[in-house]
């Protein structure tokens, strides 16, 4: 059974950065994809952005360019680096890892984008 745990969530001025990080209790190097979600109040949970095993990225439009996923096997860690953070950005950010046929979830943490 593998934990996730989300980290980096904070408050942070519109333009502003912030780096989100997602540690897992044992290796990820067998992870077939990784992934950050977010979700606002009262919205439906949004795929961010995703990482497979070779290093292939995907993103949601409205963080192209913006957002970069990375993930570290040796340190077990995936993150996602946001740049240029604006009030839409504001949500509850989850990570997700897919091994086979089991998934698991981090408990998430919250990014407010605020002035």
């Known amino acids: 059974q593998v934990q996730l745990v989300e980290s980096g969530g904070d408050l942070v001025q519109p333009g502003g950065s912030l780096r989100l990080s997602c540690a897992a209790s044992s290796s990820i190097a067998g992870s077939d994809t990784m992934r950050w979600y977010r979700q606002a109040p009262g919205k439906q949970r949004e795929l961010v952005a995703s990482i497979t095993r070779s290093g292939r990225t995907n993103y949601v439009d409205s963080v192209e360019g913006r957002f970069t996923i990375s993930r570290d096997n040796a340190k077990n860690t995936f993150y996602l680096q946001m740049n240029s953070l604006k009030p839409e950005d504001t949500a509850g950010y989850y990570c997700?890892?897919?091994?086979?046929?089991?998934?698991?979830w981090g408990q998430g943490t919250q990014v407010t984008v605020s002035s």
């Open positions: 997700y890892a897919r091994a086979g046929i089991a998934t698991y």
